[in-house]
């Protein structure tokens, strides 16, 4: 097939008609939001994982499985800068999984759950009949912080400062099953400054920032030796390539006035870095400036689930 | 394996600590409630459908998946009489899987979503690599109703009278492929009387009245003469072990006192029939009164999901 994941979603935004009362956020964003009753809302997001693509049984403890299942929907509510609030679980069981492996794939999800007090609070356990993979898919829910909206994609303005949590690439070694959803950090961006767009890398920076332009309708121009890459990045034949456009980073990706970016360094105390990597620009397209000082226009090259080629 | 996807539900439900501020309703009915604001609250209900398990590709089309996928949580939404809201479908795509594929599954998705005015807000696209097959997965978001709580399956009382909707087994034949979720009679029953008990038929008859008496620490007594079985059933060598037994039916079972009962029957006017098949006991075990006027032990025999077996 050709069409990228990104054609299909805005597919499928197309055949939607919510009403904006109803569902202020639709489709095309992290999570959607749904009015409960005046004054109160719920953001939800689904994510499935797969045995094989997302993570390898061979390799990974059915608890690493369960942590990543939340941690993924756990990094959507931080890429909107929302309060987690519950979590569902639907498995689908190869033959040959029983209670010692759901208990083991509990632990995972428990460990998540506990940390960002988001409990499990129901599922679906169902088995292959005559067919092997483990596939396992969570729904989430939050809701919106006291202190700020939920914080979209499409805000992006022309000028504004481009920034990353953490450092990028080299996921796919160890990171993409341990990683700390950025859940915290996101509410206290969030809450502290006026933040125009936000995401969390899930495909790659170079898809996911073009994600936020195309929302945005605007460009960037990003500074590669701005780019903070990861140590697992730079054990890489090319580190860059990595940082750019390897997927499952699952930090945060934003943008924000100048004056707003000021203000958030001035005030940052956490462990985790901030990091300043270009600007938003007034262009349709992105464009990234070498070490050499060349300047060369930025493609989406990160992980097309559609395609499932990297 | 040996544990049921019952005891595994249990287990689930010991290892949560859900305060009741928070979950209203927790691990083991239909849906679960989370508090969303002061008076506001929403349920969750997730389902996963596998090829080969809840559909066959071969013989049935995408279009009939979708509806099926959202009719199964809308039948969730059903079991508590509660007002469907929202939903987000994740799907794993085998390899071939494209565009046009999509767009039939789609289809079927938004015939349901239309139908039940709860709309598809956001979703995940995956493909397997290297493996083949289809998996949906739906969550699905409601609220209470305005008239009534959501209504439980630990409610049942001795001396209630046990009702069923429609008719039941064969629904592998067409019907579980076809279904109305019963979403506006639940509302109506439930905004009309008292029900004391109530769930979605989803795991055959003999299975899910033991949930509820289980739940409610009570016993059950039905008439072999009064199950309304279905035509399709009817075609079977055993028409009243398929109306027992067999799943799918996504009929509503509910319980409650004689008075009303006989008030629900004098108000009600819809097509849908409404069938007396028995009541609560104060035991701790289910018995069916056969034609042949013997009484003996009902036990649950309907599909369990975590054996695969019928």
Redesign the interface.
Known sequence: ???T?D???A??RG????SPDR?PI??GDD??Q?T??A????L?????L?????FDLQTATLGQVGYKAMAASLSDCAAMATVP??A??????P?G????E??EL?AGI?RAADRYDC???????????????F?V?V?M?S?PAATHAPVRRNGAKAGDVICVTGSLGGSGRRKHLEFEPRVREALKIAGSVTVNAMMDLSDGLSTDLNRICKQSRAGALIEASSIPISADARMQSDPLAAALHEGEDFELLFTLGRDQWEALRRLWDEELALTEIGIVTATDHMEIKMSDGRTVELKPGGYE????EE
Chains 1, 2 share one sequence.
């Open positions: 097939m050709s069409a994941e054609e299909m979603t597919w499928f055949q939607s008609r919510l569902f639709g489709i999570m959607a749904v409960v009753a004054g109160a809302s719920v939800i997001t689904t994510d499935m797969l045995d094989g693509t997302h609030l519950a569902v679980v639907a498995v689908a069981l033959p999984f029983g209670e010692v759901l208990k509990h428990a409990p499990l609070v129901g599922g679906d356990i169902t088995c292959w009949k005559g067919k092997t993979p596939a898919s729904a829910l809701k689930h559609l395609t499932g």
